[in-house]
């Protein structure tokens, strides 16, 4: 049975989330697979760090896979081939690509594994659960920071992230319709789609700083791309005249915000939701109601607010690895 009204977890939790019934003792000692792109990107380490720290909690075993980067679809659809070999009692999935990824899953789901959704779900209506931040809502929220710090107008370009990837697409057109809506006259000069790497941001806006010299921000799909935006910038003696917006609050963005290097960042609780993804994962292989949707909320973090957030729902530790 799923129940059909979503759950939307409001705030920062620390431990387990407020709302979400403890997983039942019939749960225990299952195996819980989670398929994530790339742990290379501080969004999947954090995430993971939810889910492992549930998984302690709640006595259940974590399989982790890397499939090593966004683009690498192939290299998960074999590691989740894998898994439904194995028989694990449920999968949590992060997918490269959601319609690639399709295929498989549900082929898990047939075989009796629920799958559920984490971030990027694979693109099938069968999913037991779906775990996400208000993805739309980050790009707004960027939006607003940006356009408060150009006065309400210049020339801005997207590094909108990965195609295929759902997180990212909502983010842009949150960003873009939000623009439009200000009736500002800011102007969105450039739009790359490439995967969530820091040294491809770099070089993507090395291009644009010489394309554009009237340029006046950028908007970062993530903290990771933003890393390499502020780089080539810098470089190119355009800090602090642009200004840079980003998604996400990995150390690195801390660091960028206390700078003053990065003007905003919109957040979303990541731990959290690594933790909801277990829970729920836990109460679909019990065979459990579960929550059909479960969205953590978006925040605006600047230098101004940094010290006053708690961040123990949306980051994992420096030290920590996966």
């Known amino acids: 049975m799923t129940l059909r009204t979503p759950l939307i977890l409001a705030g920062f939790v620390a431990g387990s989330l407020a709302g979400l019934a403890a997983i039942p003792a019939a749960a225990q000692q299952k195996t819980i697979a989670m398929a ?15 889910a492992e720290e549930q998984a302690k909690k709640d006595g259940v075993t974590l399989l982790k ?6 683009a690498n679809s192939s290299q998960q659809i074999s590691q989740i081939q894998d898994l439904i070999q194995r028989k694990v009692d449920a999968i949590i999935v992060g997918a490269t690509n959601g319609d690639a990824l ?5 082929q898990a789901i047939e075989r009796g ?3 559920i959704g984490i971030s990027s779900p694979p693109n099938t209506p069968k999913l037991a659960s779906r775990i996400s931040a208000d993805h739309y809502d980050m790009g707004r929220l960027q939006a607003e920071c940006l356009s408060k710090a150009l006065n309400g107008k210049g020339n801005v370009a997207m590094m909108a992230g990965p195609a295929g990837q ?8 949150g960003f873009k319709e939000t623009l439009a809506k200000a009736g500002g006259t800011i102007t969105v000069v450039a739009e790359s789609r490439q995967g969530d790497n820091r040294n491809a941001a770099l070089t993507t806006a090395e291009d644009w700083a010489q394309r554009f010299p009237d340029l006046n921000g950028v908007y970062a799909a993530t903290d990771d791309m933003a890393a390499g935006v502020i780089s080539a910038l810098k470089d190119a003696k355009k800090i602090p005249g642009v200004k840079v917006s980003a998604s996400n609050l990995s150390p690195t963005a801390q660091e960028l915000l206390k700078s003053g290097e990065l003007a905003c960042t919109s957040i979303q609780q990541i731990v959290a939701q690594g933790r909801a993804a277990l829970t729920q994962a836990g109460k679909a292989a019990a065979k459990q109601p579960v929550e059909e949707r479960v969205v953590t909320p978006a925040l605006l973090v600047t230098a101004e607010n940094l010290t006053s957030i708690d961040l123990s729902s949306v980051v994992a530790p420096g030290d920590y690895r996966p």
């Open 113 to 115: 594994i629920p799958v």
């Open 36 to 50: 994530v792109p790339n742990l290379a990107s501080s969004f999947w380490v954090s995430a993971v760090y939810g």
């Open 102 to 106: 399709k295929g498989v899953v549900e």
């Open 65 to 70: 896979l890397n499939a090593g980067g966004d």
């Open 166 to 173: 759902v997180w990212a697409d909502l983010r842009a057109r």
